[in-house]
C-alpha cells in the first residue's frame, strides 16, 4: 500500500512538471518596437562625474517610450564606429566631460555627423574634448566657467522651435549656470540668461543657455540645463530634451 502511495505521488508530480507550459521562444518581430527612431545615449566622463547621469539615462528611457523611439544608453567608447553608428539618427551626450573619445572614434563619430547624423548635448557636453576643434564647433561653444548653483531666469528667445514652444517667456528654475567661450557665430540661440537675475554670470547681454544650428552635414541641438538630478524629473526640462532630440532626429535641409 505504501508503495502504491509513492508511486501515485511520483506520478503526479510527473504530470505536473510535464504539463507545466514551455516558455514561448521569442521571435525579433515580437521583440522590437514600432520606433520612429534610435537614439545612443553616452555618458563617459574623463573629468567631473555629474551624480545626475543615472537619474538622465533613466529620463532618456522614459522618453523614448513616451514618445515612441528607442534609446540605448552607453559609458562605452567603442560605439564609436561605422557599424555602430550608422543605427543610430541621434547621439545624445549626457554630461560628458574632458576626453572622451580616441582619434579613431573621433573619426568615426565626425563621418557619421557628416552623414547626416544628429546630435544633442547636455550641460557638461560643453565640458568636452577641448583638443578637438570640430567637436567644439559641433557643440557651439566650449565651457569657460560656472558660479554657485543658483535660481536664474531664462529668456526664451524663440518660441517656436520644437525644444522651446511649451516654455514661458521668462523660465525661473535653480541649475548649475554655465558661461561659455568660443561661442560660435553659425548658432541659433534659443534661451538666454538674464544675468542681472543671479550671481557670478560672465557673458554678459550676451550669455545663450540653449541653441541649435546645421553644422557638417548633420545637425546639432545643446542645452545647458541638466546639472542636478532634480532637473529630470521636471516636465517642462523634459519636454525641452525633447523637443531638441526631435529636432536632430529630424534629415538635415543641407
Known sequence: MKILFTAIILSVLFFACGSKPKPKE????????????????????????????????AAMLELGETHG?????????????????????????????LD??????????????????GFVGIHSAADTEYDW???????????????AQQEA??????????????????WKRFDEWYNYKDISSDIHVLCQLDETTYEGGENGAFHPIAWYHEFDGGKAWYTGLGHTVEAYQEP???????????YAATPSSR
Not at 515580437?30 to 539615462?57: C, D, Q, R, W
Not at 525641452?240 to 532630440?245: D, Q, R, S, T, V
Open 26 to 57: 521569442v521571435s525579433k518581430t515580437m521583440i522590437e518596437k514600432s520606433t520612429h527612431f534610435k537614439v545612443l545615449v553616452f555618458s563617459k566622463t574623463a573629468g567631473y562625474f555629474h551624480k545626475s547621469i543615472p537619474a538622465g539615462n
Open 236 to 246: 517642462l526640462f523634459l519636454e525641452h530634451l525633447w523637443g531638441g532630440i526631435k
Open 133 to 147: 576643434p570640430w567637436y567644439g564647433k559641433l557643440v557651439g561653444g566650449y565651457f569657460k566657467s560656472h558660479p
Open 100 to 117: 572622451v573619445l580616441d582619434s579613431t572614434q573621433q573619426i568615426a563619430f565626425e563621418k557619421y555627423i557628416r552623414s547626416g547624423g
Open 69 to 97: 523611439f528607442a534609446v540605448d544608453t552607453t559609458k562605452d567608447a567603442s560605439f564609436f564606429n561605422d557599424e555602430i553608428l550608422v543605427n543610430y539618427q541621434v547621439v545624445i551626450f549626457l554630461n560628458t566631460t
Open 153 to 170: 531666469v531664462i529668456k526664451v528667445a524663440d518660441k517656436k522651435h520644437l525644444s522651446t514652444n511649451m516654455l514661458p517667456d521668462e
